[in-house]
């Protein structure tokens, strides 16, 4: 019987394939964020119109669309802040050249991306596009293993949650911004 034979990821071609995933990656925080200005832009224009409207049905249709409104833009900077992390992280390993490095950030990004998706719900056109950069991540993670410590992978579970909980602290920290305003 014969067995089939593993074939071995050029270091390169890894490298290339992360490079490809962190353009991904800033083209989707790009749209983000051009997302999130337009929703503060609407929240703005409709609190205007709070100010003037004088019908109580037309105020508290208002009301509430601003209310909705800063919660998706509170869940949208969360995505903003934990992508930019994830960014950092793979530019730091792509110019350092951290061979070993490149797996486990991979897998990172995988897992925060999976769970940002999870929370994104309501945002369905940025559930599609995370589901696809996790994909990739895990792919890139999958690919690379060989290079990489196992003591690396883990600690990126924990590494996960760490951006998460910062990307979360940061989004409620500018809405308090956001709304004092």
Known sequence: MLFARRKRVDPKELRQNLARLLIDLKQFLRWVSLSRRRLEERVRRYEERLVITEN????????QEITSLKSLIIRLTQIEVAVEMLVL??????????????????????????????????LSEFTVV???????AAEISSRGMYLSNDELFVSASGEAKKI???????????????ISQ
């Not at 061979?99 to 990172?108: E, G, N, Q």
Request: no cysteine.
């Open 89 to 122: 992280r793979i530019e730091t390993v792509l110019t350092a050249k951290l061979l070993s490095y490149i797996s486990p950030v991979a897998k990172l990004a995988a897992e925060v991306l999976r769970e940002l998706r999870e929370g994104a719900e309501e």
């Open 164 to 178: 998460l909980e910062m990307a979360r602290k940061a989004a409620e920290a500018k809405a308090e911004g956001v």
């Open 56 to 63: 109580p049905n037309l105020r508290a249709s208002y009301a």
């Open 130 to 136: 995370l589901d696809d950069l996790a994909q990739n």
